[in-house]
């Protein structure tokens, strides 16, 4: 009994890390150890240093690891050597890690690829905490959501004042419209305006933040109305066979009312609206359009059925199993959907010279941003083929191209603006192949765990449509730019998404897979 009560214990502590990570996320305050420079510039991505998060992270990790082998003795299991799709899905991403571990004999820079790599392993451990977490997908993805609220409220501020503020605390730098080097928004016929970069680095890291967070606040919105009555805690029970499985205990709702909840929502997603116009992030702008646009679609064409909770003491609801009641062709004209039209309006009518701005490469501003990107994507290609098959080691694209050419200012030195690209370039064929493995092996995992739903395009009500849906949201954001691989930041914020999506409607809760 002492045991369960430890291990119960373990695992509070543990999802109330993982909520506060969830929260805090987008704070970068930073430790930074070692500093260095290419050509008298500060060189951003061979920066050494500790992430406020991240160092939360590997507490929760810990908590995870010490779970994870008291389930284990507890439970007296062996390890057994059978190919299950778990141990199988385990083994991929040992083998990629092992892979990008490696790449530091090969890499230019020892340092930076030893911290990609580890960032990369802690990106993979986010990801297995959360789709084996105990807490429910309401619970993940409210906590998520509402880190948004304060880095909407900055970004707003940054636009209105024109300038932000420092604070290391926060990991806050300061930027002006008027220093070289600041993103800004600009052209002879209306000057120079900030785009704001709320806690974040860049812009566009915001904008993507944004645009995800947009996507999972839409989730959060169409949560069976039925089942927010109830509040889920799962608790973990012991198998004979491997480690536990989630069950489902229901207790009594407390806290707001559905009504008043989704009153704070509205008043989120508008916030998240506003400030992601602010960053004047056109992949993010674009982004979030598609999402509109084919959530009114499924609004259009889902049946109008409204998915019945699971029986007193089951599982985890089914929540998107059957696409929540859209109402038909009227379905689409949801609050959520109302808001971003109008908000979008209204800022695009105020603000149009500065859009225009950004879609029509008139400005020197964007013609430069433009030929830097297309000059990025010959490098990559040249650097592709140079390495083609094992990569130039994990993080290490910029410092190959300080090799090939050493005569640049320090400040262009850039990854290529393409996740897909630069993944090409820093891990070759060998990385592709193995992380290939990794997804599908990820799919035959979940599939046996979540869900029996079968897959049809033309079927509106089928979750694969979303899976689909939620990834191609996430492929458009990664095809303009390269954070999410090059970035810290970015590394967890994927792990997060794709467990977000992941843990939707899961018809069994997904079990913690075996050794």
């Known amino acids: ?75 007296r299991y062996k390890i057994q050597m059978k190919a299950e799709k778990d141990r199988i899905f385990l083994g991929s991403i040992l083998l990629f890690l092992l892979y990008s571990f490696l790449s530091i004999f090969w890499s230019v820079d020892v340092d930076v690829a030893l911290q990609t790599s580890l960032r990369l392993m802690e990106a ?25 609220v304060l880095p909407s409220v900055l970004g707003i501020f940054q636009f209105l004042m024109q300038t932000d503020f420092s604070l290391t605390l926060l990991g806050l730098s300061q ?26 680095p860049n812009p566009n890291i915001f904008g993507g933040y944004l645009a995800l967070a947009f996507v999972i606040a839409l989730m959060v919105y169409e949560k069976n109305p039925a089942c927010d009555s109830v509040e889920l805690v799962e608790i973990r029970q012991a198998r004979k066979d491997y480690i536990p499985i989630l069950s489902g ?21 508008a916030l998240q609206i506003t400030a992601l116009f602010f960053s004047f992030s056109r992949a993010g702008w674009i982004a979030v359009g598609v999402t509109v646009f084919f959530y009114c679609l499924i609004g259009v064409f889902a049946k109008a059925e409204t998915p019945p909770c699971p029986p007193q003491g089951g599982i985890i609801p089914n929540l998107f199993s059957k696409i929540p009641p859209l109402r038909g062709a009227g379905g689409c004209f949801t609050p959520p959907v109302i808001l971003f ?11 149009f010279p500065l859009v225009q701005t950004r879609f029509v490469h008139q400005s020197s501003l964007e013609i430069r941003s433009t030929e830097d990107r297309v000059s990025g994507y010959r490098e990559a ?44 370039a820093e891990f070759g064929i060998a990385g592709i192949i193995l992380i290939l493995v990794v997804l599908l092996s990820f799919w035959s995992y979940h599939q046996s765990q979540v869900t029996n739903d079968k897959f049809s395009i033309f079927n509106f009500q089928s979750l694969h449509v979303w899976y689909v849906l939620c990834a191609m949201w996430y492929v458009f954001l990664a095809f303009f730019d390269h954070y999410f691989l090059s970035s810290y930041v970015g590394l967890v914020l994927t792990a997060t998404y794709f467990c977000l999506v992941f843990r939707l409607s899961p018809a069994n809760p997904p079990s913690v897979p075996k050794v």
């Open 249 to 269: 205990l229901r207790l009594p709702a407390q806290g707001w009312s559905a009504f008043g909840g989704k009153i704070i929502l509205y008043g989120v997603i």
């Open 341 to 351: 039209v109008l908000l979008t309006s209204v800022l695009t009518f105020i603000f």
């Open 175 to 200: 930027h002006l419209a008027s220093v070289g080097g600041t993103s800004v928004v600009g052209s002879e016929s209306i000057g120079r305006w900030l785009r704001v970069y709320g806690p974040f």
């Open 124 to 148: 993979f451990f986010l990801f297995l905490m959360l789709y084996t977490s105990s807490l429910s997908f309401k619970q993940l993805a409210v906590c998520f959501v509402a880190g948004s």
């Open 381 to 424: 290609v040249e650097i592709f083929k140079e390495h083609f098959f094992v990569g130039v080691g994990a993080g290490n694209y910029t410092a190959e191209l300080y090799q090939l050419n050493p005569t640049l200012p320090g400040y262009a030195y850039q990854p290529v603006h393409n996740v897909g690209l630069l993944f090409l």
């Open 1 to 75: 009994m002492e045991k369960v009560h430890a291990q119960f214990k373990l695992e509070s502590i543990l999802n109330l890390l993982l909520r506060l990570f969830l929260f805090i996320l987008p704070w970068q305050t930073i430790w930074i150890y070692q500093e260095k420079f290419l050509n008298g510039a500060k060189w951003q991505y061979g920066t050494m240093g500790w992430y406020g998060s991240e160092i939360l992270l590997w507490v929760c990790i810990f908590i995870f690891m010490a779970f994870v082998f008291a389930q284990v003795k507890d439970t």
